[in-house]
């Protein structure tokens, strides 16, 4: 389903049965109402979604509060041997799930992939690494020997997953996966315009082995059923935007329940004299257009040194001119959708006062109503300045902005001159001074030639934002640890902490005293 910048053929739709078989294993006893499930690709609904009430919420909190236990007292390689079974039939149904990826969020066949990809990763990430993260550890005691400490890995309870629509696979499993494995159970609250991509997942979960009382989805609009889910769990995993983002922390920090929140960015891309200028556009157009630039790690601004800037900006354009619109269900196209209507005017508005205020539309600029409601050309501008909305505010679209610089420093100082710190690139041909550069940026990930894949895809490494992009970090260790609490259990096994008979206070801390001295020279901790 591919067309240049031109006509478009005729799409095609998500198969009827496949909708009504997954809206139909939904447990809403009581739905609040309801809305339409819209296909971005031609603003045509594909099914009604029913919005769960409070007491939906209550009760799937009472099953899974019921639920968990038992699947926490599973021993952890167990848990880990449903993941994977959970990836193998991920794998052997791919081509439905990206059916309805496509169908739900508009991306390209190609960007679908990438995201599938990457759940398979995870899972095995995480069913890898559950063993030795969760395992007892033991660690010295206050006294050598006489004590004996061991650190242990416990299960929060509930999880609550508020899932965002711009990677419903990436962004559901990659977050229900470890908190799954961790032993919790979890309640997923997927955004309502990707509610069939969130039930596709649970229901293959299911079927891999774990409970319907371990995990299960509550349907509806997030303003109305997320504060439902986060008043009610024992954790939150929020992937979103910066200001509900606060909101999410702070009905957390009125329970005392932790939070995990993976927000905005404003994600820079550094170009150095040395780079080589086919590279870094082939770099940018990836990492920033890949799911029509709805993806909060791409690429917004593009600082590009002056030796270069005129070199890289035709080679950017020219590949900028080659893409191709994906406009229905299949392969073929590298640019989709927008998500919505609602999405692209955003994107058109913060394009249109860019330009209206001076800045120079170097490629595309345009709403596409000719192949369907949301479509925008993938952008690029130039003499974007400060009080344009564009050079600070997300845009969450196909387009960024470039700007010209004289040194490293000044790409790092206004690089780093934003309240964000998700994500950011440096291209370059000398490695070292590329790490050099990286190490001064103020972001959770720094891709050195790459745009976002190269940090993100490496599970084993932490990922997420400093400043106003968020709290927390998926994947690495902390991915898995932050669905557990830590418990300390101190066994003493001979003598006491107390003053023995026959000793006087003074004596006795003396003798700790001198003990403690004397572990220090030892090197002893």
């Known amino acids: 389903m591919t067309t240049a910048l031109g006509a478009a053929p005729v799409p095609r739709t998500l198969d009827a049965s496949v909708v009504h078989r997954l809206l139909s294993t939904l447990d809403v006893a009581s739905p609040a109402g309801d809305s339409e499930i819209v296909s971005p690709f031609t603003g045509t609904p594909m099914g009604s979604l029913p919005q769960a009430s409070a007491a939906d919420v ?18 952890v390689a167990e848990r880990a041997r449903v993941l994977l079974r959970f990836h193998d039939l991920v794998l052997a149904r791919r081509d439905e799930g990206l059916d309805i990826v496509q169908a739900e969020v508009g991306k390209s066949r190609r960007d679908a992939a990438e995201e599938m990809l ?19 550890r033991r660690h010295r005691g206050v006294l050598p020997l006489a004590t004996g400490v061991v650190e242990l890995h ?15 696979l990436a962004l559901v499993s990659g977050d229900v996966l470890p908190a799954l494995v961790a032993g919790n159970a979890v309640l997923v609250k997927p955004d309502h315009r990707t509610t069939l991509t969130a039930l596709w997942q649970v229901g ?10 371990v995990v299960r989805l509550v349907p509806g609009d997030g303003a109305v059923v997320g504060p439902l889910v ?24 009125e329970r005392l329940v932790g939070c995990s929140l993976e927000l905005g960015g404003k994600n820079a891309m550094i170009v150095r004299a040395d780079a080589d200028v086919r590279k870094a556009a082939e770099i940018a157009v990836r990492g920033s257009f890949t799911n029509a630039g709805q993806l909060c790690i791409s690429m917004e601004r593009i600082y590009v040194h002056d030796a270069v800037y005129d070199t890289f900006v035709a080679a950017l354009c020219d590949r900028v001119a080659a893409l191709e619109f994906a406009t229905g269900i299949g392969w073929g196209g590298t640019i989709g959708s927008l998500i919505s209507p609602e999405q692209r005017a955003r994107v058109q508005a913060h394009v249109d006062d860019a330009v209206a205020a001076g800045a120079r539309v170097l490629a595309g600029g345009r709403s596409r109503p000719d192949l369907g409601p949301a479509f925008f050309e993938p952008t690029v501008l130039d003499g974007v300045t400060e009080e344009m909305s564009l050079c600070r505010n997300e845009t969450f679209g196909p387009v960024v902005a470039l700007y010209r610089v004289h040194s490293d420093e000044e790409a790092i100082r206004r690089a780093n001159d934003t309240v964000y710190g998700l994500n950011a690139s440096v291209v370059t041909r000398d490695l070292a001074a590329g790490q050099a550069v990286a190490r001064r940026l103020r972001a959770g990930t720094v891709n050195v030639n790459e745009a976002y894949g190269a940090a993100w895809g490496s599970t084993r490494a932490p990922m997420g934002g400093m400043g106003d992009s968020g709290l927390g970090r998926r994947h690495g260790d902390e991915g898995l640890l932050k669905y557990t609490e830590a418990q300390t259990i101190a066994t003493q096994r001979v003598l006491g902490l107390g003053t023995p008979p026959g000793l006087s206070d003074e004596r006795w801390l003396g003798m700790l005293t001198m003990s403690l001295a ?8």
């Open 58 to 75: 209550d009760d799937a909190v009472s099953a899974l509060r019921a639920g968990q236990e038992s699947w926490a007292q599973l021993p």
């Open 118 to 136: 990457d759940l398979l990763l995870v899972s095995r990430h995480y069913a890898r690494d559950a063993q030795r993260l969760l395992r007892p």
């Open 154 to 168: 416990v299960p929060r309870g509930v999880v609550g997953v508020l899932s965002p629509w711009n990677y419903p």
């Open 204 to 213: 293959l979960m299911h079927e891999a082995g774990v409970p319907r009382d």
């Open 230 to 253: 986060v008043d009610r769990v024992d954790y939150v995993m929020f992937t979103g935007s910066t200001p509900v983002g606060r909101q999410v922390a702070a009905r957390c920090g």
């Open 518 to 525: 004397a572990m220090k020279k030892l090197g002893l901790k």
